[in-house]
């Protein structure tokens, strides 16, 4: 089992700057991945960010390519999503997972097997 624990949402204004953390714990050593979703209200589930666990490499959504970056601490087992310049159309609640498998790839909810809690982020204009 691997549980998850996101923290760092809130109301922010549009050009500002938000960082989330998602913690996790258990059987770490199992990590194949990381990656971020977002739900905005009426909207499906979207991939957001992931990163390998260990090779590091990072895989990002167009949308927010170039504005979210996601760092990593394996010492802490926690991986962040640090969002620049945020818009309105950021609003969502935004999810953690971890992968033990690299199947259907990274980009897909599906090949998640834990998630977090989420947390809310709301970005006014």
């Known amino acids: 089992q691997v549980q998850l624990v996101e923290s760092g949402g809130g109301l922010v204004q549009a050009g500002d700057s938000l960082r989330l953390s998602c913690a996790a714990s258990?059987?770490?050593?199992?990590?194949?991945?990381m990656g971020w979703f977002r739900q905005a209200p009426g909207k499906e589930r979207e991939f957001v960010a992931a990163?390998?666990?260990?090779?590091?490499?990072?895989y990002y959504a167009d949308s927010v390519k170039g504005r979210f970056t996601m760092p990593r601490d394996n010492f802490k087992n926690t991986v962040y999503l640090q969002m620049n310049i945020l818009k309105p159309e950021d609003t969502a609640v935004y999810y953690c997972?971890?992968?033990?498998?690299?199947?259907?790839?990274?980009?897909?909810?599906?090949?998640?097997?834990?998630w977090g809690q989420g947390t809310q982020v709301t970005v006014s204009s």
């Open positions: 258990g059987r770490t050593f199992s990590i194949y991945a």
């Open positions: 997972a971890a992968a033990l498998t690299p199947r259907n790839g990274l980009r897909v909810g599906a090949s998640y097997d834990y």
């Open positions: 990163i390998s666990w260990s090779g590091g490499n990072t």
